[in-house]
């Protein structure tokens, strides 16, 4: 059965959630738009203008850093469908006061006003976040982040637009309108957040610490408590980085460097808008489902890519001034430039949208709006460095914007390269990734049911070739432990691939009993720890396609489990169509890589039901295989 991203858009369960989180960020660029608006209305000078370009995003930021500490808490110790509801009747109250700023046209009352959506932006953040994994099933968090990263960017977009056109179109009733529209939306936002299910409290028992900087010490360490998880929260800070650098040089550069006006300047945001929402919704296709972070690779260096690029395209100032949208379409290069834009937007979700599925599928529920808060207040760090060094090197290097967006390329590469070096799990990913998805289409058979969530359990399969475990680490929604053969485990090349994703070598009792001893501990104290163990029981790879008699092993390992008082349950796996592979021993037992036979093959990944762990023993477990597989090697 073909599954879908949108399928969520039709559920109570996330429907309303993203018409909340779409309407919030709509409105809050309403708003800033409509204050642009109001203060051309009123025929500001320049001077007030420049002032109000640079308290704006100093005054909506500020509350990250004085807010998200607590936040973060109150996230965590409230269910949090009330806590959407009390955010969005904040920004009912917040909005309402940003009226009477646009009737009486008081820039104090809309900066006062925009101080409090950003204080509201804070309190929504964590659960904006960390409600995403209790109403949604692990193999839904790709798909379901896309949809919100999707819904963001073209709500920033469409508020932008809707925003700036308000006081060109409802001219002298500009004011009005704009004060009715920001209110009516904040309504709407409420109401429809009434319709989200509950959703139970990660940590109702937590004590708030009213501290502001204790308690923001105490959640940003704990965004540092798993590498993993802390380099993923700084690569999302990081692509705040470079999404503040990029999207502040657009207005000068839309007018500079391609000739136009502030229509060039919305639409060369709307490719870059449109990019990311297409590049979020593409990752749960291009992730088979699971929290593919091999994906993250390929957008960091994509990204650098585009932007590269983008400088070569147009390296200096527009050679006509004054260009409508359509004069600068049709002038020589504005497609390499449109395309560049849109290349970034697209690798920039390849880079964000598994980085935050990560974050929420490593971290403890009870701790996880927390962390989503610590990482809020490292967001607002870098976008302020963000803000700071672009203006630097415009300023003080007499840089152009080319030249920025060419340091922003290099910085990018470095960056990325730098967190993947520390943190291999990635670039393993991405190699597993891109060797599976090279080679094979996968077709996948009862996986999402029987593999459970959380918790541990143990997997068995059968053993056809050795690309076997990058397959099945391709399929499971979750991190595996897989137990190989030794020899495989060291094959060149594989094995800095099989070391990084904590794979367990194994070999038999006679050959080496020491390094059989400690696969059976280091099994034990996996499924100890909760984790999924993935074992092949055949014990090597087939020499003729057909499924060996499963060997004693998985029987010892449920014993051990059971000896502690754990029941761990065992999901049969199968296997089909990968005999004849490259990687499988048919014609020959010559143990060296053939020419595939078939390009992108067909292979099917088969789950059964749980067996419980108690009562399973190898030929059971060798039946149900069997069974799964059926005729199809």
Not at 526 to 543: D, H, N, R, S, Y
Not at 558 to 566: D, F, H, I, K, Y
Not at 591 to 619: C, F, K, N, Q, Y
Request: aromatic share 10%; net charge positive.
């Amino acid at each position: 059965m073909a599954h879908s991203q949108f399928d969520l858009l039709r559920q109570r369960r996330f429907l309303p959630y993203f018409v909340v989180q779409s309407l919030g960020a709509f409105n809050d660029n309403v708003y800033r738009q409509a204050i642009i608006g109001l203060l051309a209305y009123m025929a500001v000078g320049s001077a007030q203008m420049g002032l109000y370009a640079n308290l704006a995003p100093a005054i909506f930021i500020l509350p990250y850093f004085l807010f998200s500490a607590s936040a973060g808490q109150i996230a965590e110790r409230l269910e949090k469908q009330k806590l959407i509801v009390i955010t969005t009747t904040i920004e009912i109250v917040v909005m309402s006061l940003a009226a009477v700023g646009f009737l009486l046209q008081s820039m104090p009352i809309l900066l006062l006003a925009l101080f409090g959506t950003g204080m509201q932006s804070t309190l929504f953040g964590p659960v904006k976040y960390s409600i995403l994994p209790s109403v949604l099933k692990p193999e839904e968090l790709t798909g379901g982040n896309g949809l919100v990263e999707m819904g963001t960017s073209l709500s920033i977009l469409i508020g932008m637009i809707f925003g700036g056109l308000i006081f060109q179109l409802a001219g002298a009733h500009g004011p009005q309108v704009a004060a009715v529209s920001v209110i009516l939306m904040a309504i709407a936002g409420n109401l429809v957040a009434r319709r989200i299910p509950k959703v139970d409290a990660g940590d109702p028992t937590l004590k708030v610490d009213w501290n502001l900087l204790r308690e923001s010490w105490r959640i940003w360490q704990l965004t540092r408590r798993q590498l993993a998880v802390r380099n993923a929260v700084l690569g999302v800070s990081w692509f705040w980085f470079v999404g503040t650098v990029l999207t502040a040089q657009l207005p000068v550069y839309a007018q500079a460097n391609l000739g136009g006006t502030q229509n060039l300047y919305i639409f060369a945001l709307a490719l870059f808008s449109v990019g990311v929402g297409v590049g979020s919704m593409s990752c749960e296709k291009l992730s088979g489902r699971t929290v593919e972070i091999g994906l993250v690779p390929l957008g960091a260096f994509g990204v650098s890519a585009f932007l590269l690029d983008l400088y070569f395209a147009r390296p200096g100032q527009a050679l006509a001034h004054g260009l409508s949208l359509m004069q600068f379409i049709e002038a020589p290069g504005s497609w390499r430039i449109m395309l560049d834009l849109t290349g970034i937007g697209l690798f920039t979700g390849f880079f964000v949208v598994p980085l935050f599925a990560l974050i929420q599928s490593r971290t403890p529920r009870n701790e996880l709006a927390r962390v989503i808060s610590g990482m809020n207040i490292q967001n607002a760090l870098f976008i302020v460095a963000a803000a700071l060094i672009g203006l630097a090197l415009q300023r003080y290097l007499g840089w152009n914007i080319p030249q920025v967006f060419l340091a922003l390329a290099i910085a990018n590469t470095l960056v990325a390269i730098w967190i993947f070096s520390i943190v291999p799990e990635f670039f393993m990913r991405f190699l597993s990734w891109a060797m599976v998805r090279t080679l094979y289409r996968l077709k996948l058979h009862g996986i999402e049911k029987q593999v459970p969530d959380e918790g541990a359990a143990l997997l068995v399969c059968n053993h056809v070739s050795y690309m076997d475990a990058l397959i099945l680490s391709a399929c499971i929604p979750r991190p595996a432990r897989f137990v190989m053969y030794y020899r495989i485990f060291n094959i060149p090349v594989m094995r800095w691939i099989f070391r990084t994703a904590k794979a367990i070598p194994i070999a038999g009792a006679r050959e080496n009993p020491e390094i059989m001893q400690r696969a059976f501990d280091a099994v034990d104290a996996a499924l100890a720890e909760g984790e999924l163990v993935c074992i092949f029981p055949e014990g090597a790879l087939t020499k003729d396609g057909n499924i060996a008699p499963f060997k004693s092993g998985v029987e010892k390992i449920l014993e051990r489990a059971g000896a502690r008082g754990q029941s761990v349950p065992v999901v049969p796996m199968a296997l089909k169509n990968m005999w004849g592979s490259m990687w499988s021993r048919r014609d020959g037992g010559m143990h060296r890589m053939r020419i595939p036979r078939r390009l992108r093959a067909h292979v099917e990944v088969m789950a059964g039901a749980p067996v419980d762990g108690g009562s399973a023993t190898a030929e059971l477990l060798e039946a149900q295989v069997r069974a799964l597989r059926g005729d199809a090697a």
